[in-house]
């Protein structure tokens, strides 16, 4: 796999790992040279310091040809144990006279005397390469290659006669102890901060890419569905990751509108649709329906004094006109007419339903707070409360509850009808005020569609929704406004 397809998640954090151990890698590889070679300068300090003391005392000696004090002088170092750091450092101490020949050596084994510097091979040829013809009054350095000695070499010269060179033999491991004893303090910082370090880089890195990896996942799924909105809290910063957060939350609240509005087109057009075949069947229902309502008519005009007669006559007669007027309901376009809303209306819808109510032995919640008549379409709004109160009925449990409150709420006439039978799922609410819709589990689905039809043509709103385990349903008539 190639690590440049990581998930930002792993790869923010890996790489800012990396670049900070590479950091503290370069930095302290930096810093370890530079104090190898301030250690190397300080030994060349305190050599040269040596060389500085012992030149004023070679220069007789050598002068007067007097090897023996020469001697004394360059063994008085080893000798002295008020210096013993300097008989760890120093391997041996040689003079040598401008010709490069050994003039005295503090180990004459190493170094035997009047014999050439070159001539002693291994790393002296190369320091006599070195010193030859070199010009220089001050201490200086030789590092041979590949070699673990370090020869530092001084003039011995007073008043510009020089008489030879001083050279001093250290080992390189003389700087090492030191060197090891700071690198480790080094180290243990080192560790430290990087302690410290990659823990925040791997937070920090998280903590950046996860709203990116959040947001990828999002943007995938908008060709199959609408996302959900990433939460603010996620990332809070007003940079450029926020600014596009935000803006991919206003995205998906557009997209939302777009939908819900896509909905409503194809909802309306299916009801376009709809109400043309309704309207159709409409006419048809018209002419018998008229025949009976002059027949009703009729039968009016005849002396009735049988009371429970003329109260079925006239029950029958607003059954018919509910008929008529539900039939006007399919024709979308049409212009209801009809008398006011009465208390008595809404009372009549209660004895049509309660041989229903009786029959599955339910317990009916009635209230109606209608006391005055309201300028709604009276058969209309019974056609709508008859529709909503038969389908709670008929999915009540057996000897279950049924609700209707019917009331005055400011400027609306607000109607809820409940009932505590099965749950709809959210598939069929989708569908609910559809007709014929395959989601409904028995009947056609006209009642629902046509108790649409009639609220809306009203101006009023109809929702379902799903109550404290109970089906709810909520009809809203504007109350004023709406001559009859």
Known sequence: MNPLDLSFRHKIPLWGSVLVIAT????????????????????????GTLARALVPQLFPAILRDDVWSAYEVIRTPFLDHDSPDLVDKAENILVVDNGLRVFVAAFPMVARMQTSLSELGGD???VAAQLNGAVSDTTGMISVPDSSRLY???????????LGTLV??????SVLPRFFDIARYGLVAGTLILCILLPFNWYWGRRMAEPLVQLTQRMKEIGTKLPEKLDPSLYTHGDELGSLFQTYNKMLVELKEKQELEKQVVHADRLAALGQLAAGVAHEINNPLGGMLMAIDTLKSQAVTDARTAKTIALLERGLDQIKETVGALLVEAKVKSRNLSQSDIEDVLVLVLPQVHKKGLHLDWHNDIADDIALPATLVRQVLINLLLNAIHAATQQGQVGCHVMIDGDLLRIAVSNDGKLMSAEQMRHLFEPFSPLSEEGHGLGLWVSYQIVHQLGGNITAARNDDRMLFVVEFPARGVTA
């Open 124 to 126: 002296y040829a190369f």
């Open 152 to 162: 530092f070499h001084t003039p011995i010269i007073e008043e510009r006669a020089k």
């Open 24 to 47: 503290a890698f370069a930095v302290s590889a930096t810093l370890m040279f530079q104090t190898y070679q301030e250690l190397e300068e300080d030994l060349l300090i305190d050599t």
């Open 168 to 173: 001093i033999v250290m080992q390189k491991g």
